[in-house]
């Protein structure tokens, strides 16, 4: 089961795209794969572990009460395997938003899609991963602290002011010369400017056509700045393996906002 939580924290809400929660059961088993994205995650696990290789991600049972990721943004969909018994608290933040919650150390060391989360806040994240785990399955309550902690770190670097909003900060990388702009682009997106354009629009056209399913996908392809149809498959087919049509029969769109495809 899937669950989205609110954040009402007006100094945080413009840096974070969305939070889940999700209820595995005990036997319960779900494959999917989870859509190129340019939204950092930071993924917090109670009695499971993550297991990242070539294949992709398995989420499994294990003795370790709480264990915590990040998983930066992603060109190709990564292919996720579950197994219950476990709980997830997932943050997604919006892009240019994660570097303002950690030091400027990270963002030159930062090479792995997948990395431990205590690796970046160090033993103050493992004591919040013990106020977390002493909730007890309380989806809500477990935010907030997650949050209070994300805002405590954004306050101490001094970047949950207007200037480091998202979009104003874009605004300000275009501003930049073409190599500046690139460069820190990169450096704050963990993308290129065209990865993250193809992504953006790809999202875009596929929540347009699932919102509408009576739209041809013409119409859409247009609408989002390809040339034709066959130009928004061919992208479609490059990064997600997928025709538009064959995503669309197990598309996953919650909010408007893509999330994830069935295996098919």
Known sequence: MVKFLSIEDSLLKPFIHNAYYIEMEAGEVSNYNCMPSVFPMLSILFNAELIDSNQGIRIQPCHHSVSSYIVLPYT????????????????????LALDCFLSRAFQAA??????????????????????????????????????????VKGNEYGKLSENFYPNERMKTLYQQPERTFYRQFKELS??????????????????????????????????????????????????????????????????SDALWFEEF
């Open 190 to 255: 963990y993308l290129t400017p065209k990865q993250f354009n193809r992504i953006i629009r790809l999202r875009n056209s596929l929540n347009q056509a699932k919102e509408d399913n009576k739209e041809k996908l013409t119409g859409v392809a247009y609408d989002q700045g390809y040339f034709d149809q066959a130009h928004f498959s061919r992208e479609c087919k490059s990064i997600s393996t997928k025709s538009p049509k064959e995503l669309l029969k197990s598309l996953v769109c919650v909010k």
């Open 110 to 151: 930062s090479k792995s899609e997948v990395m431990l989360a205590a690796t970046l806040w160090g033993k103050e994240f493992e004591l919040l991963e013990k106020v977390l785990e002493n909730l007890n399955d309380e989806p809500q309550k477990r935010l907030d602290q997650l949050l209070d902690f994300l805002q």
């Open 76 to 95: 190709k969909p990564i292919r996720v395997k579950t197994k219950g018994p476990f709980h997830e608290l997932s943050i997604a933040f919006k892009p």
